[in-house]
């Protein structure tokens, strides 16, 4: 089946520090969606990737999606003590089916 | 705009026990999840809803899983009976679909979660 990894699995960085969270399928998908989950909390849906070589900006965020539509990174500029949590990619197949990887902790020493 | 609503927040039971989920989706949301989600590990789709029917349930252990949404709103999970890797947090998500059984992933909204603990 369709599996989402995700490097690395934690990240600790100073405030101001730029971090990225990488994510890569074993299968092409249609589509990849970014979640952010704080500690106790709940996923949040951050962004979603269709196109090939897509990218999109929400702030201090860019997201790709890569040319073969099999990988994806998260950025984050400057990194602030909001910033902090766990960073999800959820990639779907031909089928739909979301799946997610294990996620990027995020930590920041302020 | 009233977010969607999990009960209870915490469970605690021993195994072997029945323990039941409810959750409410956001209104006119006619596509719902469920999820578990262990610690440290990303959400695993359980089944979805499109309105009452089930439409994706191949991940559900259906030997002491079930579920409903009767009235294709708010919806149950249960298990019968809890084993000690049942332990997770189970989470309800749910999305408005653009057509008919409409199975692209758009936005989905989660709950807060129902933490399960079996000891």
């Known amino acids: 089946g369709q599996q989402v990894m995700q490097i690395p699995q934690y990240q600790h960085v100073q405030e101001g520090e730029d971090f990225t969270t990488y994510c890569n399928s074993s299968t092409t998908l249609s589509n990849i969606q970014w979640y952010k989950q704080r500690p106790g909390g709940h996923p949040v849906f951050l962004i979603q990737?269709?196109?090939?070589?897509e990218v999109k900006k929400q702030k201090r965020l860019t997201f790709q999606f890569g040319e073969a539509k099999k990988n994806s990174s998260l950025h984050i500029t400057a990194t602030q003590t909001t910033d902090v949590g766990t960073y999800f990619c959820?990639?779907?197949?031909?089928?739909?089916?979301?799946?997610f990887g294990k996620g990027t902790l995020l930590t920041v020493n302020p | 705009e009233a977010g969607v609503v999990q009960s209870p927040r915490y469970k605690i039971i021993e195994k072997k026990q029945p323990v039941a989920f409810w959750c409410n989706p956001i209104s006119g949301h006619n596509t719902l999840y469920w999820y578990r989600q262990n610690l440290g590990q990303g959400p695993e789709l359980l089944i979805r809803y499109e309105n009452e029917e089930a439409v994706d349930d191949s991940q559900l252990p259906k030997d002491r899983f079930s579920a409903e949404r009767l009235k294709g709103v708010d919806s149950t999970l249960k298990i019968q009976p809890a084993e000690l890797g049942d332990s997770a947090v189970y989470l309800c998500?749910?999305?408005?679909?653009?057509?008919?059984?409409?199975?692209?992933?758009?936005?989905?909204?989660f709950g807060p979660g129902t933490r399960l603990t079996v000891t």
């Open positions: 998500a749910s999305r408005l679909s653009l057509a008919f059984r409409d199975p692209a992933p758009y936005e989905q909204y």
């Open positions: 959820a990639g779907s197949g031909s089928n739909y089916k979301l799946t």
């Open positions: 990737l269709v196109k090939s070589g």
